[in-house]
Every structure is written in C-alpha cells, then in structure tokens.
C-alpha cells in the first residue's frame, strides 16, 4: 500500500518560523519555544475531540488478523467474539483508539510487508475520523524470549544475553537495528527495554528477560536501549515499574508481592528506571505487583496513586507517557473488577490503558466516571497531551505512513544480520570446561548427537533448538544428527537418546529450565554414563548447570533464537572464542546460601 505523505500545513510552517524567530529576539532556546508551540497546537487538537474521542485516545488495544479491512474469517469472528468488531479499522472508528498493539497469536505479524500493510491501513481509518490522528502501533520485541516479529527481520540477542556481553555500544547497536525494523514496518512504540533487576533465580516471568542482577550494571545497559530505540524512531518502554524483579509469581496469573523495604527498593529496582529517565525514555510500563512499602494500601502499581504519582511522577520527575501492562493479565483483576481497574488506574497516574479483557466494559466506565463527575475532562486531557506530545516527537503527526520500500531498505539487511551475529558472539558464557575439553574440532569429534529440548520459537520462525545446532555444527564441518528429547522427556525418549549415543563422540544437550524433579537430569545422568561426553547448552536461564552433573563443557546462550544458537556453536567449535560473563549469580541447588559461580564467572580459552 502507498501513500504519499502529507505536506506539511501553512499553519505548521508559520508556528516553527514564529519560534525560531522568538528565540532570537528573546534569547529563548529554539527547542523550548518549539515545545511550546508545538503544546498550543496540540492543545488545539484536543479541543476539538468530543468526549467520546478523548476516551479512545487513551487505549492500546488488541485486534486479529493480517489486515485492517480484510482480515481472514476466523480472525473477524475472534474480533466479533472479544470487541464486538469486525477489523481493526472498525475497531478504529467505533471506540476511537489511540493505540493498537500487534501479537503473532492475533496474526498481525506474518511478514515485513504484511505488517507494514497492516499498519498503513490501521492509520488509513485513524485519518478518517471527525478528528484525524494517527494510532500509535506498539508491540513487545524486547528480543531473546519474547519477540513477536521474526525472521526476515533482524533477532538481536535478548536482554540477559546483553548482560553477559556487557557493552553498552552492543546494547545500543541492537535496540538501534531493532528499533529501525520496527520503525519501517510501522510499529513505534516498542514495550522495551526491561528494567526489572534480577535478583530471584525462581521469577517466572522475568529471568533472561532481565539485563542481570546488578543495579548499576543493568541501569546502564538500559540507558543504552532506550538511546538506540530512540534514535531509530521508536518510543522506548521501560518496564516493569516499580520494579518486578524479585518475584515467584506470575502476574498474568496472579498478583505478586514484592517484600521489598523501601531502602532496599531504592538501591536495588530504582536505578534502572532513574537512569531510563535520565536517558529521556518516552514511556514507563506499570506492574501488577503489590509492594507494601512503597503503597500499605496493597494496591498492584498499576492502580497505585502513591506509586504512580507520588514515587514516578513526583520524586522520579517523569513525565513522559505511563502505559498499563496488560490489563487482560489475572495480577490487576484480583482486587476490582473490570470496569473499576480503567478508572483506577487513570485516578493513579497512567496515560495509556493497555489491553483490557473487554474494551466496551473498559471504555464505557471511563466515559462513565467522566460523566458521572470522578474523572474531569481535564484529567483526560492531561493523558491526551502526553500521548500527543509522544506521537508529535515520532513525526507521526506529519507522516503516519510506511512504504515498501523502505521495509526492503531497512528490514533484514545483510549489515543488520552481521551486526546480531557478532554482538551474539560476545555473549556465550563458557560456565565449565573441564581438562579443557573445549573448543571441539572436526578431526578430534566428527560426530555429535544433538538432543534437548525445542520450545516453540518466541517469534514463530526459528528453530527447533536440536535442528538448529546440528545444522550450524554441520555446516562447520561435523556431522551431526539432531533428536528431540523435549523439555520432559519420557522414559522411552531418554532410552532413545541412549541408544543413539553409541558411537557418537559428542553428545550436546540442550537444556530449558531444568527444576530439581525435572527428567532432563536424568536424561544427562544416563549419557553421561554411556562414557561419551556431554556438553550442555542452558538455552533459557543459565542456572541449571547448578542441577546437572558429569558433563565435560557447559554454556549459556539465554535464548533459544538461531542468532544466539548459531554464536554458540561458533564458541564450541573454536570458532569465536568465549568472551560473555555471567550477569547473574548462580547458586548450588541444594543450597542457596552458596554461590557456585559468581556475576563476572566466565572462562576463555587457553
């Protein structure tokens, strides 16, 4: 789809004249008289929104299918089912949303052009309303574990992986070349970096979805994404605040607790998001978490004024946009209902509303408790004005669209594929290597069984794991057959693995998350004791190679993405050598109080 984009208006042109030529008369820098030009007129904007409008302006919304207008059956009747609309320029025009956000689950994401088609027809409806303005398009590709657009895109590696690399220029480089892809295909607003601090091995939610377990360390690697993304065009999103880092519960399905004392707050979850802001990060994510000493009212964040208001706004000095995380998820559905948790979390301090289970029960209690005299008009306008400010700085107020072209100038490059390969490649952490086994060569170790587990790939179009590392082993020269063991293998599977064993000279695993009961460690007892070496691969979080035992090697790659699988087998083969450090400790299993490796462990070769 083609448009061209509009030029700007005389009414434009003549307010940046008239700032330029007030700066020079009154010594006023040009950005701030520019700031406050640009606030008048999009204070014009909003007053001209009906109510109606106001309210839409305020939500992030979910829609399926792969296209504004025609999308495939299923995916209107899913629409039908959940928001009472066909597509998502129906969606559009009906409840008048400031945002949409796209999901592979939803289909918005089959490829660049699909993507960038869909995005054009989303601000095509958006142009047409009583009172144009373009939807700002966000997703989650923090990278690594979670990404929802994949391959012909660029994978850069995730944010734990970062961690071990520990370069802030690496950091930067792979936001930058995310954030440019997303930028092309129309999607700019981008829910990373992470900020939570890792500090608890069992988060079920966070782990490699964290930079690590230092404050300092992490904060400065956020500083140097939110730069990148920024610069590419696409708003960056910290999150998520106040700081989910030291939990062992999922808030999608229920409402964590975070014990945390107030000093303890401040010195281990604040630095990262005083150093987004610091960094002039355009939006913050809220937490469905509960921290009784930030908020004794045991709130989650997210309808928290004292969290929100009070710790954010006020004493962090942010002002930029607040989105919700999404409001779907069981952590902020456990205290108030539907209907109350909008109005609540506008009462607190967000902006942004993301994602409610239903969108009429959410939209209508807003316009509801606007009318009803709980919520002014002027409060909505205050979110309204930051959420225009936001989509103004993006130049989407003068060019909402994309172009094909530039999705084939800028998506998947060769330069872009070569940067995420290298910045990979610092980041495998060699954990063990005993007598030195590592690095393998063709000659001494032709040929290596792959088995493991192959989780489904976090953008839908890489792997499996087992496949992906004989295949790269491969082409480096050995012969390597893959067999796919899963993340519980059977009894059956395990005497399959076995079996296959014989002969071997190698045999690598790929481990997931491995728990004191899970069958993987008996699947590596049992190689390990056919007398072939085992090497493991940690694929997601780097601690189990506290929970298995006799292996010759160990690595950690914190994803199970091609890219980061790829730089491992380059790191085994000796073809790049091991340079990433752990970011996190990791603690013998039978103990926590005893740290195995510490933050920093990371062997070379010789």
């Not at 999901?103 to 869909?118: K, M």
């Not at 890792?198 to 956020?222: H, M, T, Y």
Request: with cysteine; proline share 7%; glycine share 8%.
């Amino acid at each position: 789809m083609h448009h061209r984009a509009p030029a700007p208006s005389r009414r434009t042109l003549l307010t940046v004249t008239a700032a330029a030529a007030a700066a020079a008369v009154t010594g006023v820098t040009a950005p701030v008289a520019h700031a406050d030009a640009d606030d008048r007129r999009l204070r014009r904007i909003i007053d001209r929104m009906s109510l109606e409008e106001k309210v839409g302006q305020l939500f992030v919304m979910r829609v399926y299918g792969h296209s504004a207008t025609a999308p495939d059956q299923a995916d209107i009747d899913s629409n039908l089912a959940e928001i009472g609309v066909r597509t998502a320029a129906e969606l559009v025009e009906r409840y008048h949303v400031g945002g949409v956000i796209y999901f592979a689950w939803a289909h918005n994401t089959r490829d660049p052009h699909q993507i960038a088609e869909l995005s054009n027809g989303i601000q095509q409806a958006a142009l047409a309303q009583p009172t144009p303005i373009p939807v700002l398009i966000s997703t989650d590709q923090e990278h690594g574990i979670v990404c929802r657009v994949g391959e012909p895109a660029t994978l850069v590696p995730g944010a734990m992986a970062l961690g071990a690399g520990g370069s802030h220029a690496d950091a930067r480089k792979a936001a930058q070349i995310a954030g440019a892809e997303l930028a092309a295909v129309g999607i700019r607003q981008n829910y990373a970096p992470v900020a939570d601090v890792n500090v608890n091995p069992a988060n079920p939610v966070i782990g490699v979805r964290s930079f690590g377990s230092d404050p300092q360390a992490v904060a400065g690697l956020v500083a140097a994404q939110v730069k990148g993304y920024q610069r590419a065009g696409v708003a960056a999103t910290s999150k998520h605040f106040p700081g989910h880092g030291d939990t062992a519960v999922d808030s999608h399905y229920g409402l964590p607790t975070i014990t945390h004392t107030r000093e303890q707050w401040t010195e281990l979850d604040a630095p990262p998001f005083r150093s987004a802001i610091a960094a002039g990060i355009d939006s913050i994510m809220t937490a469905h978490i509960v921290v009784p000493a930030l908020d004794p009212s045991e709130d989650p964040a997210t309808l928290s004024r004292p969290i929100l208001t009070g710790i954010l706004r006020e004493r962090l000095g942010y002002d930029g946009v607040v989105v919700t995380d999404s409001l779907a998820m069981e952590g902020v559905r456990t205290k108030y209902g539907d209907e109350r948790v909008p109005v609540l979390a506008l009462k607190a301090g967000v902006d942004q509303l993301l994602n409610p289970p239903r969108l009429d029960v959410a939209w209508n209690a807003v316009l509801k408790a606007v009318r009803d005299g709980e919520l002014t008009e002027a409060r909505l306008d205050e979110s309204i004005l930051r959420i225009l400010r936001l989509k103004s700085r993006l130049g989407l107020l003068r060019r909402a669209y994309v172009t094909r072209a530039g999705v084939d100038r800028v998506v998947g490059t060769a330069a872009h594929l070569a940067a995420a390969d290298r910045i990979a490649e610092a980041t495998t952490t060699l954990l063990l290597n005993e007598d030195d086994f590592l690095p393998l060569s063709p000659a001494a170790h032709p040929s290596v069984l792959v088995v493991g587990a192959d989780p489904a790939s976090p953008s839908g179009t890489t792997g499996p794991p087992t496949t992906t590392l004989a295949t790269a082993l491969t082409e480096l020269g050995f012969t390597a057959t893959a067999l796919s063991t899963g993340i519980t293998p059977s009894a059956a599977k395990i005497d399959e693995a076995v079996a296959a064993a014989a002969g071997k000279d190698v045999v690598l695993v790929g481990t997931y998350n491995v728990s004191a009961t899970s069958p993987q460690r008996t699947l590596v007892a049992r190689l390990v004791a056919t007398g072939v070496p085992v090497v493991t691969v940690a694929i997601r979080n780097p601690y189990d190679v506290a929970r298995i035992a006799g292996q010759r090697a160990s690595l950690a790659s914190y994803s199970w993405t091609d890219v980061e699988l790829r730089a491992a087998v380059r790191v085994l083969a000796g073809r790049a050598r091991p340079v990433g450090r752990l970011p996190v400790p990791v603690q013998d299993a039978g103990d926590p109080t005893k740290v195995l490796y510490p933050v920093g462990h990371g062997l070379s070769y010789r």
